[in-house]
């Protein structure tokens, strides 16, 4: 799946879920990208490069391994 989805984008999309009602809802996301499972969302934003990288790298897209600084982790 390619529809990688900016910050720009997911704050636009909240910010018309709260417009919409919705705004105290807790989250749940996919776990894969075919939406085979759910889990909730538990963390906000923490900068790639304090989670990715070294020398054993989590499970995580090829290129945000390789270039942390364009990406930002939500969950």
Same mark, same amino acid.
């Given at each position: 799946? /390619? #529809?990688?989805?900016?910050? &720009? /984008?997911?704050? &636009? *999309?909240?910010?018309?879920?709260?417009?919409? =009602? #919705? =705004?105290? &809802?807790?989250?749940?996301?996919?776990?894969?990208? /075919? =939406? #085979?499972?759910?889990?909730?969302? @538990? @963390?906000? @934003?923490?900068?790639? &490069?304090e989670?990715?990288g070294? /020398?054993?790298?989590?499970?995580?897209?090829?290129? *945000? #391994? $390789?270039?942390?600084? $364009?990406?930002?982790?939500l =969950?």
């Amino acid at each position: 799946m /390619e #529809n990688i989805i900016t910050v &720009k /984008e997911l704050a &636009k *999309a909240c910010a018309a879920q709260v417009k919409a =009602g #919705n =705004g105290d &809802k807790k989250i749940l996301l996919s776990d894969d990208d /075919e =939406g #085979n499972g759910y889990h909730q969302l @538990f @963390f906000l @934003f923490t900068p790639a &490069k304090e989670c990715l990288g070294g /020398e054993y790298p989590p499970n995580a897209p090829v290129d *945000a #391994n $390789k270039n942390p600084d $364009k990406y930002i982790i939500l =969950g």
